[in-house]
Every structure is written in structure tokens, then in C-alpha cells.
């Protein structure tokens, strides 16, 4: 158990639909990233919060959208949904900001499966 | 950005070593290294991370040569439990991981 908790674990809905995507945090961790990962594809860097800020984004598309709450929470929104939406959603998290001086160690949930029918 | 150059896949027999290689020829010199696990439909695992030279954890070696532009992960002794996908990571700029298609790692009885 990777203390990182994601729900739901599966989701199934229509295109044109909208979605939100939940990640709680190990305890302490102040970063939080997402990654989206289609049927045998590598993970794809969405975007990085750091504690409540965005910090960076990644291959995020404009129907996607996040925040991190002020428990450090953090929600992705998926609006718009397209069968090519259809993919593993990632969470992780880490104590610090990557870049600040040598690497930590990224911790990552078990993942959404999101299928767009 | 340090690029990184892995093979797609590599086949392997229970119970031997395995090395994997990873190559990163503009790998900055802040910039660690790090190898994660992933199992099918679950999140990557970290695994082992070094700077230089060599690192041993319970359960893999990472050799780092001198000139840091390439780094091997060892795994002694693989089982079937071990048939993963293996990312090598190096640095994280502007606060990112980037992973790449990792190696695919199939281990046979």
C-alpha cells in the first residue's frame, strides 16, 4: 500500500460527459501529480500541484482540468469525454517539489479506470 | 529534458540475473537516477535511485558509471513475479517525472 488513495477505482460513463477524478495524498506529501495512461502506452504527465499551486503541466488537454484543496487533496476534472479518453488515471505524490536539489521518491495510487462508452 | 534510451523488452529465465540498461547522454549534473516497476493496471513502484557508482537495496543493484551517461538496474535472481515493465527516470525538470515506454521485462519458468 502506497498511502496513496484514489477513487473511484472504475468508472464507466457516456461521451459528452463530465467526470472528477479523486486523490487523497500520502500524509505529509505535499505534491501531487496525475498521469494518464491508455491501453499500452507509457504514463503521460498531466499536470503537478504543490501544495494548493500548479507548479506544472504536461499533456493536458483543455477539457481537463485540476486543483489540489487546501487538506492537499487533489481532483481532476475530465469534461467533454471522448472514447479516446478511455485510459488509467494515475495519482502520485511526494514530500517536496521535485528539482530542489536531488530526486524523492514519488508514490503512486492504484489508479482510476475510466472507460468512455 | 535528459532523454532516456531503454530497450522495449527483454526476456529472461527464473532464477537468473538481469540487466537492464538505460542510456542518458545529457543527464545534468544535478540530476539523479531513478528506476520505478510498474505491474500490469497498477501504479509504478519505486524501486532504486542513485547518483553515482553503485546503490544496492533488498531488492536490486543500479551501476552508475563515471561518466553518468548510462546506468544498468540488476536484478539478481528473477522469479515470474518479477515480469514488469521497468522505467529509468533521470532528473525531473521543472518539477516533472517523465516517464518513457520503459522495458518490458518477461520471465519464464
Known amino acids: 500500500d502506497s498511502g496513496v488513495t484514489q477513487t473511484p477505482k472504475h468508472l464507466i460513463t457516456a461521451t459528452g460527459q463530465r467526470v472528477t477524478l479523486r486523490c487523497s495524498p500520502r500524509?505529509?506529501?505535499?505534491?501531487v501529480y496525475w498521469y494518464q495512461q491508455s491501453l499500452d502506452q507509457g504514463l503521460q504527465f498531466l499536470i503537478h500541484?504543490?501544495?494548493?499551486?500548479?507548479?506544472a503541466k504536461g499533456n493536458i488537454l483543455e477539457r481537463f482540468s485540476a486543483q489540489q484543496f487546501p487538506d492537499l487533496h487533489s481532483e481532476l476534472n475530465l469534461s467533454s469525454l471522448e472514447l479516446g479518453d478511455s485510459a488509467l488515471y494515475f495519482c502520485?505524490?511526494?514530500?517536496?517539489?521535485?528539482?530542489?536539489?536531488?530526486?524523492?521518491?514519488?508514490?503512486f495510487g492504484q489508479g482510476t479506470r475510466l472507460t468512455v462508452v | 529534458l535528459a532523454k532516456t534510451t531503454q530497450p522495449i523488452s527483454m526476456d529472461s529465465y527464473e532464477g537468473q540475473e538481469v540487466n537492464i540498461t538505460c542510456s542518458h547522454n545529457?543527464?545534468?549534473?544535478?540530476?539523479?537516477i531513478t528506476w520505478y516497476q510498474q505491474f500490469p493496471s497498477q501504479g509504478p513502484r519505486f524501486i532504486i535511485q542513485g547518483y553515482k557508482t553503485k546503490v544496492t537495496n533488498e531488492v536490486a543493484s543500479l551501476f552508475i558509471p563515471a561518466d553518468r551517461k548510462s546506468s544498468t538496474l540488476s536484478l539478481p535472481r528473477v522469479s515470474l513475479s518479477d515480469t514488469a515493465v521497468y522505467y529509468c527516470?533521470?532528473?525531473?525538470?521543472?518539477?516533472?517525472?517523465?516517464f518513457g515506454s520503459g522495458t518490458k521485462l518477461n520471465v519464464k519458468p
Open positions: 500524509s505529509g506529501d505535499l505534491s
Open positions: 500541484y504543490y501544495n494548493g499551486e500548479e507548479r
Open positions: 527516470l533521470v532528473g525531473e525538470p521543472l518539477n516533472k517525472f517523465y
Open positions: 502520485a505524490s511526494s514530500v517536496e517539489p521535485q528539482g530542489f536539489g536531488g530526486n524523492t521518491e514519488a508514490f
Open positions: 545529457n543527464i545534468a549534473t544535478n540530476d539523479y
